[in-house]
């Protein structure tokens, strides 16, 4: 499965087997976060057989069901912090996907619980990720149309449409895609993209902008253009 394909075949899941990871699948994630961390400056931690966490009123209320597997999402207090935990946490999502596991974000329905995990001075938790094998593979929903969510256009190339297209079919707290992407033009020969949130009173717009521009630079192809 490419990374295109996991996105189009990714939905979110709240409910799992009584199926445990295998050896192999926690290695290669494993190997992934600690290269992600390095990269994004951050400290993602795989938990492995910890129900605990989802076992709260609100993890209930939010249908999450045998839940023994998460990331919990962590890193160093700073103003773009949240760009990067949704960044980074969509690379280990789709990675999941292509090995045949489902996940969900999960920024509430959760419990902290002490002795699963390590925080540094100055660091935070942002969320979590659900992981693991999928009663069902999830199911889709409405999303807005490209035109909504850009300045796509018939002068504006073929890879920004994609790259939006991809873009739409990223996760967002509620489906809110309180995001958008902007054509600029170019500079010194290089397109240029700006991508910015929009507000909502929910909140997660920034993680969400991250996720989003991930989604953007698989479908859009990274070699084409240069973020602004």
Known sequence: ??????????HS????????????VVRVLA???????????????????????FL????KYGKFRNVTNYIVMAGKKADDLDERVGYFGEQL???????????CWVGLSYSKVPGTYVLEDGEKIACYIAIGYGETQG?????????????????????????VEAALLAPTAVNQQKFSFVYVGTKDGRHQVYARK????????????????YHFEIGAGKENFVWV
Do not use: C
Not at 1 to 10: F, K, N, P, S, V
Not at 141 to 161: E, G, R, Y
Not at 198 to 213: E, H, N, P, R, V
């Open 93 to 103: 999502v789709l990675l999941a996907q292509t090995l045949g596991l489902n996940t």
């Open 31 to 53: 190997e992934k976060i600690a290269a992600l961390n390095r990269e994004g400056k951050l400290h993602m931690q795989l938990i492995r057989n910890e129900p605990k966490a």
């Open 56 to 59: 709260g009123t609100m993890a």
């Open 139 to 163: 199911v889709g929903h409405k999303i807005k149309t490209v035109n909504q969510a850009s300045n796509a256009s018939d002068v504006t190339p073929t890879w920004f449409l994609k790259g």
């Open 13 to 24: 899941v709240r409910a799992y087997k009584e199926q445990p990871l295998t050896e192999d």
């Open 1 to 10: 499965m490419t990374l295109q394909e996991a996105i189009e075949a990714r």
């Open 198 to 213: 929009g507000f909502s009173m929910i909140g997660y717009t920034q993680m969400d902008l991250g996720i989003a521009k």
